[in-house]
């Protein structure tokens, strides 16, 4: 079945540390998106990708990094930098091009910095 | 600036009633707006597109409606069902070309037996 994999979906990081999240698509998608959601609120944009080797920051980039070296895998980096990093992350991907963008998402990872 | 509001009070009604959702933004000019299904603790899941030049999409017991005027798109759940309590979320692609989809906060509906 194709899919959104994302991986760890918990994990728990000490301050200062940076950690890496996961996203996997086997949907062939050139589209990738990451998300975060904090308890009551809605999907704030990270970065997107378009094509592998490109990438722009979204709404809330600062903080984080991201790679697209292959088209199936668009990692987050949570770096020491974000002030407040503990929240759900969501990664999506869609088809590119003219169309209707709609995203498949994973099941999330939720970070915790303890 | 660039808002997408919903209704951040959780809506309650009676099965088998008519659940309406509210997707207010301003300063967009989305070619489309979405609707999706979010589930404590997972991803949400796409529900429905409905496109600038559309009035209304129906799919089973769901519709939307697209006012481009009065900016705003509401989400109809008809016959609902306790199995249609989630949250609910608008997105938008703004004119433009680029992949950016923003979310909504999201609406709670809680469907009471």
């Known amino acids: 079945d194709g899919g959104i994999t994302q991986s760890p979906k918990y994990l728990f990081r000490k301050e200062g540390q940076n950690v890496t999240l996961s996203c996997e698509q086997n949907?062939?998608?050139?589209?990738m998106y990451w998300y975060r959601q904090d308890p009551g609120q809605g999907l704030r944009l990270i970065y997107y990708?378009?094509?592998?080797?490109?990438?722009q920051k979204g709404d809330i980039a600062e903080g984080y990094s991201v790679s697209r070296e292959k088209k199936e895998s668009f990692p987050l980096t949570v770096t020491s930098a974000q002030k407040n990093p503990t929240a759900f992350y969501l990664c999506?991907?869609?088809?590119?091009?003219?169309?209707?963008?709609?995203?498949?998402f994973g099941a999330g990872s939720r970070l915790t910095v303890l | 600036s660039q808002k997408i509001e919903q209704n951040s009070e959780a809506l309650n009604i009676q099965e088998g009633k008519t659940a309406t959702l509210t997707c207010n933004y301003t300063n967009y000019s989305p070619a489309y707006l979405q609707w999706y299904r979010q589930d404590p603790g997972r991803g949400p899941v796409f529900l429905l597109l409905i496109r600038e030049n559309e009035k209304e999409k129906r799919k089973e017991r769901l519709k939307v409606t697209f006012d481009t005027t009065l900016k705003q798109s509401l989400f109809h759940i008809t016959a609902s069902q306790p199995a249609d309590s989630a949250t609910y979320l608008c997105a938008l692609l703004n004119s433009g070309g680029y992949q950016k989809v923003t979310f909504g906060t999201g609406t709670k509906l809680q469907v009471i037996p």
């Open positions: 949907l062939n998608h050139d589209a």
């Open positions: 999506a991907s869609s088809r590119a091009g003219i169309g209707a963008n709609v995203l498949t």
């Open positions: 990708s378009q094509i592998v080797n490109d990438f």
